[in-house]
C-alpha cells in the first residue's frame, strides 16, 4: 500500500522560508512522478512543482525562481523547498506520486492516484 505523509508547514512571515517533506512508502514500481499541490480555501487545486524518475523538474509560474523540488532516493523522502514566500502561498500542501506515463508529469492530462493529507502553509503579510 502506497503511503505519502507530508511534513514542514507552519506559519511564517512574507519572505521566509519553509521546507516541506513528504516521505513516501510502499510504492514498488520502477519509475515514478512526485508532485506537490496546494488549495487555498474557496480555490481549486493547482500544481505547484513536478519531479519524474529521471530528475526532469517543471513548476508553476507562480513559484518559478522561488520553489524547489528535490527527491533523497536512500530516504525516499520528497522535499519542497520554498523561499520568498509571499501571502498568497497560504494553502494546504499536498504530495502525490504514481507511475510515470506518455504525458509529462506536470500535465493537465497526467493523475496522480497517491496522496497525502497535506501540510499547511499560513504566510502573513
Known amino acids: 500500500q502506497v503511503q505519502l505523509v507530508e511534513s514542514g508547514g507552519g506559519s511564517v512571515q512574507a519572505g521566509g522560508s519553509l521546507r516541506l517533506s513528504c516521505v513516501i512508502s510502499?510504492?514498488?514500481?520502477?519509475?515514478?512522478?512526485l508532485g506537490w499541490f496546494r488549495q487555498a480555501p474557496g480555490k481549486e487545486r493547482e500544481g505547484v512543482a513536478h519531479i519524474d524518475s529521471d530528475g526532469r523538474t517543471t513548476y508553476a509560474d507562480s513559484v518559478n525562481g522561488r520553489f524547489t523540488i528535490a527527491k533523497d532516493n536512500v530516504n525516499n523522502t520528497l522535499y519542497l523547498q520554498m523561499n520568498s514566500l509571499k501571502p498568497e502561498d497560504t494553502a494546504m500542501y499536498y504530495c502525490a506520486t504514481d507511475q510515470p506515463s506518455i504525458v509529462s508529469c506536470g500535465s493537465s492530462l497526467y493523475t496522480y492516484n497517491y496522496w497525502g493529507q497535506g501540510t499547511q502553509v499560513t504566510v502573513s503579510s
Open positions: 510502499g510504492y514498488t514500481y520502477g519509475g515514478y512522478c
